[in-house]
């Protein structure tokens, strides 16, 4: 059963939509509203260098809830890759994130979505 918060592994679609993507890790970050099991995610990357500074997420190996998580080295949860997925999709699961990092990341792209554009 999925939760918040949980690192799983899902076919994470690419952005032009032309294939169904790689299996990569992604974190759950909330159930969607209505009779469904569908999850909106982010995806995982291993490339740090390409953070986005006061959005991206890193969970450094050296963090606290790192080996909870599952991974294997230090990641980046990318705020701006996410995908909605049914539960049937998950192939499986990692760990999971402290409750502390979810909110940052749930605070960051809310902040994001309300945020007035330029």
């Known amino acids: ?49 390409q ?7 890193v969970i450094a190996e050296g963090a606290d809830d790192f080996a909870e998580s599952g991974l294997k080295i230090s990641s980046v949860v990318c705020v701006t890759r996410l995908a909605v997925c049914h539960d049937s999709l998950v192939l499986g699961a990692l760990g999971r994130i402290s409750d502390a ?3 940052r990341i749930r605070h960051r792209l809310a902040e994001w979505l309300v945020a007035r554009s330029s």
């Open 1 to 49: 059963m999925i939760r918040e918060g949980m690192v799983v592994l899902v076919p994470f679609p690419n952005a032009e939509m032309a294939s169904a993507g790689k299996v990569r890790p992604a974190v759950v970050i909330r159930r969607l509203p209505g009779g469904y099991d569908d999850w909106l995610i982010c995806m995982l990357s291993s490339r740090i260098t």
């Open 51 to 57: 953070t986005l500074d006061g959005f991206d997420e």
């Open 101 to 103: 990092r979810l909110l």
